[in-house]
């Protein structure tokens, strides 16, 4: 399967961006659907954003419609998560998955990376 490790989280105040980036090894990255999932303290995985394995197909939390952008380039075996307007609330550890389905569930996802932390202070 694809391994995935996420990498551009970090400190910013309310109102920044941020652009997080997923980088795969193994399989072929192309031959995957990727998500975006978040995680904050105490709270379950939730899920942000899916783009489909061709680029051409993409969808979005509430929350993150409209502020978030996900895309990805197969030729570099990388995905992104363009994050602007951040909230507080933004607040969690984001994660990347890849998934032979497309879907908004956690437990459709096989593979995923090991986090990386964004935080938003206000």
């Known amino acids: 399967q694809v391994q995935l490790v996420e990498s551009g989280g970090g400190l910013v105040q309310a109102g920044a961006s941020l652009r997080l980036s997923c980088a795969a090894s193994g399989r072929t990255f192309s031959g995957y659907n990727m998500g975006w999932f978040r995680q904050a303290p105490g709270k379950e995985r939730e899920f942000v954003a899916i783009i489909s394995w061709s680029g051409r197909s993409t969808s979005y939390a509430d929350s993150v419609k409209g502020r978030f952008t996900i895309s990805r380039d197969n030729a570099k075996n990388t995905g992104y998560l363009q994050m602007n307007s951040l909230k507080p609330e933004d607040t969690a550890i984001y994660y990347c998955?890849?998934?032979?389905?497309?879907?908004?569930?956690?437990?459709?996802?096989?593979?995923w990376g090991q986090g990386t932390q964004v935080t938003v202070s206000s």
């Open positions: 998955a890849a998934s032979n389905g497309y879907s908004r569930h956690v437990s459709d996802y096989n593979s």
